[in-house]
T-cell receptor, first 114, second 112 residues
Framework: DAGVIQSPRHEVTEMGQEVTLRCKPISGHNSLFWYRQTMMRGLELLIYFNNNVPIDDSGMPEDRFSAKMPNASFSTLKIQPSEPRDSAVYFC????????????FGQGTRLTVV | GENVEQHPSTLSVQEGDSAVIKCTYSDSASNYFPWYKQELGKGPQLIIDIRSNVGEKKDQRIAVTLNKTAKHFSLHITETQPEDSAVYFCAPLDTGRRALTFGSGTRLQVQP
């Protein structure tokens, strides 16, 4: 298995623009997580899905952030409009809880908003 | 929610020495305690985990110990090597959110 795949690896955008981050979880995993990593706040859970349904979005910072999981093999995290303080590394992770709680992380998307 | 504290924030050891990183948590119902290693430019990767029914688990040079009464668990790395240099995170399970809550991380530097 190729693991969790995220795209793009790097994204530079101007303030006010829409940004879409993409994630393909490991095949067969039914839980998907979006985390954000910054120097100031560390690794924060933004939202997670179970069987494509959002379960906990209490970590989503503002209405500018939205996430979808239209099917078991794809998820997006969208920021509209983007702001410089959104600059961070965004990680997607997936797991199969019935086999354990280990979360497998993707390589991350480094977002820079200028 | 789960409150997690991890110490120390940085740790420098000589190659061959041991390293210990400690994590305290608040969720008394938590039953899953993993440690992740993050190398530069990569996502966190699980290196060892323990469940609440055991007090210690070992995998070659790394081990995790759990004290549920005191609500802390520790990562032990013996015979450290330069390739152990990375940032290490504890991530106990938040049973309320059913998701991992990450500590602030420990930057381990192994000096050759």
């Amino acid at each position: 298995d190729a693991g969790v795949i995220q795209s793009p690896r790097h994204e530079v955008t101007e303030m006010g623009q829409e940004v879409t981050l993409r994630c393909k979880p490991i095949s067969g995993h039914n839980s998907l997580f979006w985390y954000r990593q910054t120097m100031m706040r560390g690794l924060e859970l933004l939202i997670y899905f179970n069987n494509n349904v959002p379960i906990d979005d209490s970590g989503m910072p503002e209405d500018r952030f939205s996430a979808k999981m239209p099917n078991a093999s794809f998820s997006t995290l969208k920021i509209q409009p983007s702001e410089p303080r959104d600059s961070a590394v965004y990680f997607c992770a997936s797991s199969f809880p019935l086999r354990g709680t280990e979360a497998f992380f993707g390589q991350g998307t480094r977002l820079t908003v200028v | 929610g789960e409150n997690v504290e991890q110490h120390p924030s940085t740790l420098s050891v000589q190659e061959g020495d041991s390293a210990v990183i400690k994590c305290t948590y608040s969720d008394s119902a938590s039953n899953y305690f993993p440690w992740y290693k993050q190398e530069l430019g990569k996502g966190p990767q699980l290196i060892i985990d323990i469940r609440s029914n055991v007090g210690e688990k070992k995998d070659q040079r790394i081990a995790v110990t759990l004290n549920k009464t005191a609500k802390h668990f520790s990562l032990h790395i013996t015979e450290t090597q330069p390739e152990d240099s990375a940032v290490y995170f504890c991530a106990p399970l938040d049973t309320g959110r059913r998701a991992l809550t990450f500590g602030s991380g420990t930057r381990l530097q192994v000096q050759p």
